[in-house]
């Protein structure tokens, strides 16, 4: 069944959800492409401010692939990003992408001189910065405002989980509640928020995890990058996983649980991400996670089949 005409505009002719490559080509009038930055942060759970040890599912190397090279300066990142990526795709433009840990935890002074040896490349037209919303105070926040009056900035802010407990569990060393400050204190500031969430945490039921969808779809945010939980080697996770306390989603669970989220989600946001993955040598399950094409295609089959698409459940459409 074809999508509402009405929605066609936000969402293309082939889609049911607004993807992240439509809003790129729209916000950009052509192709382009990010590359990855470790600026060598760390994070407060992981050096004992709020916890030690970080979150349980993570290691940054399965994710940010400059955390499995050695460490160069932020401008000799961005010129190798640049070459690979430039061989690979025909793009010319690129966004630097602050990935690994959390990319605001440091003085304003040094996230300054960071960024903007990013934005020195003559070929980058914009910011992402990955972090926590327990590290995004005022003063960070007005620098990063000041980078948006003249390019391009998406904060991305990881939350997971909207319940505490979860959280808790996660160790992720904040709540809820720092969360929605955050979200507050950055609005009207000129950039874009996107938020971070997991589905199929352990000990969440279907309808807390569309809880966490529900209270997202009620912020003012502008994207939304969604995960599977998925355990890799090495980590806290990985041992629960081994040991059988932790439960991983099957695949169409998840699709089914996914496609409820994204309609109840306004069509307005925009989709950074359906689905998370580790490369092979990191990741210990699920193995369907590693086919891609394959789990994309299952959402847009599974949207197909309940003539159902992003905002559905909303009281209305949103441009």
């Known amino acids: 069944m074809p999508v509402p005409g ?9 889609r049911r959800y607004r993807s992240f490559s439509r809003f790129l080509q729209e916000r950009f009038g052509g192709r382009v492409q990010r590359v990855t930055i470790d600026a060598g942060f760390t994070c407060p759970n992981v050096d004992g401010t709020v916890a030690k040890g970080g979150c349980i599912f993570c290691d940054n190397r399965s994710f940010s692939p400059n955390r499995r090279l050695p460490r160069t300066t932020v401008a ?26 959390t990319n605001t935890y440091a003085p304003v002074q ?8 990013a934005l020195e490349h003559p070929q980058v037209v914009g910011l992402f910065i990955g972090t926590r919303p327990d590290c995004v105070g005022d003063d960070v926040l007005d620098l990063i405002e000041s980078y948006a009056r003249r390019t391009y900035v998406c904060l991305e802010l990881g939350l997971q989980s909207m319940h505490d407990r979860s959280l808790d569990w996660m160790n992720r060393g904040h709540h809820l ?29 279907r309808q807390e995890m569309l809880a966490t969808m529900e209270l997202l779809g009620g912020l003012p945010i502008h ?97």
């Open 110 to 117: 040094k996230l300054r001189r960071l960024y903007d040896e």
């Open 177 to 205: 509640d720092a969360f929605l400050d955050a979200v507050k204190r950055c609005q009207g500031r000129g950039f874009d928020v996107c938020v971070h969430v997991i589905l199929g945490l352990p000990g969440e039921t």
């Open 223 to 319: 994207a939304v990058k969604v995960h599977n939980l998925h355990v890799v080697k090495e980590t806290p996770l990985a041992r629960m996983y081994e040991e059988g306390t932790v439960r991983l989603l099957e695949r169409d669970e998840y699709v089914e649980v996914l496609c409820d989220g994204l309609e109840r989600l306004p069509s307005s946001v925009v989709m950074h991400r359906l689905q998370g993955d580790a490369p092979p040598d990191y990741l210990v399950a699920p193995g369907w996670c590693l086919d891609k094409p394959g789990l994309l295609q299952a959402i847009d089959d599974e949207l197909e089949r309940r003539d159902g698409w992003q905002g559905r459940l909303r009281l209305s459409v949103t441009g």
């Open 6 to 14: 009405e929605l066609q505009s936000l969402f293309g002719p082939k």
């Open 76 to 101: 000799a990142q961005i010129e190798r990003g640049v070459t690979l990526v430039s061989q690979r795709y025909r793009v010319d433009r690129f966004l630097a992408y602050f990935q690994a840990a």
